[in-house]
T-cell receptor, first 114, second 113 residues
Framework: GAGVSQSPSNKVTEKGKDVELRCDPI?????LYWYRQRLGQGLEFLIY????????KSGLPSDRFSAERTGESVSTLTIQRTQQEDSAVYLC????????????FGPGTRLTVT | QQQVKQSPQSLIVQKGGIPIINCAYE??????FPWYQQFPGKGPALLIA?????SEKKEGRFTISFNKSAKQFSLHIMDSQPGDSATYFC????????????FGEGTQLTVNP
């Protein structure tokens, strides 16, 4: 079946611009996570959605970052007024239900801020 | 604060060798310890995972050893193959807190033919 998909696969933007990254989770998965992976580093947790519960935003690095999810479907991560330090691969994962179920990762969106 | 420390950063072995990757954690509330494998341009994929009620888990050529008192766990790859060349990440989570994963910094493994 279809896995987690993310778009765009690559995004180059100028410093100060806003960007939107999209994640389509596996159908039926109630939990959705966003992580950031800087070059040569491990993944950092950003935000977690579980069904209709309030999201866990504790990993968002600043108020320039926000994310939305409509029900149990698509999620959008928005970065406002991008900075060069925002350059990274942004990965989305979904799981059937959190906790206790495996997280399946998408291929990521590579964001480059020039 | 780095809560999961992984070593080595890179590792080169010959085909058939047994690479070992080590991780140490600080938060004793962690209760789920997965290992992920990542190929270039792809997202990480779950390889094997362990919970602290057991000291060892094997799945095929992959084994996790877990030492709760030392707060350490390691991945062993038996009979390594060139196709195992990838970046490996250890991670930890607290399952009752939604399973948000805390990752190590990764180990780039190269298995030479």
């Amino acid at each position: 079946g279809a896995g987690v998909s993310q778009s765009p696969s690559n995004k180059v933007t100028e410093k100060g611009k806003d960007v939107e990254l999209r994640c389509d989770p596996i159908s039926g998965h109630t939990a959705l996570y966003w992580y950031r992976q800087r070059l040569g580093q491990g993944l950092e947790f950003l935000i977690y959605f579980q069904g209709n519960s309030a999201p866990d935003k504790s990993g968002l690095p600043s108020d320039r970052f926000s994310a939305e999810r409509t029900g149990e479907s698509v999620s959008t991560l928005t970065i406002q007024r991008t900075q060069q330090e925002d350059s990274a691969v942004y990965l989305c994962a979904s799981s059937l239900y959190a906790p206790y179920y495996e997280q399946y990762f998408g291929p990521g969106t590579r964001l480059t801020v020039t | 604060q780095q809560q999961v420390k992984q070593s080595p950063q890179s590792l080169i072995v010959q085909k058939g060798g047994i690479p070992i990757i080590n991780c140490a954690y600080e938060n004793t509330a962690f209760d789920y310890f997965p290992w992920y494998q990542q190929f270039p341009g792809k997202g990480p994929a779950l390889l094997i995972a362990i919970r602290p009620d057991v000291s060892e888990k094997k799945e095929g050529r992959f084994t996790i050893s877990f030492n709760k008192s030392a707060k350490q766990f390691s991945l062993h790859i038996m009979d390594s193959q060139p196709g195992d060349s990838a970046t490996y990440f250890c991670a930890a989570s607290i399952e009752t807190s939604g399973s948000r994963l805390t990752f190590g910094e990764g180990t780039q493994l190269t298995v030479n033919p």
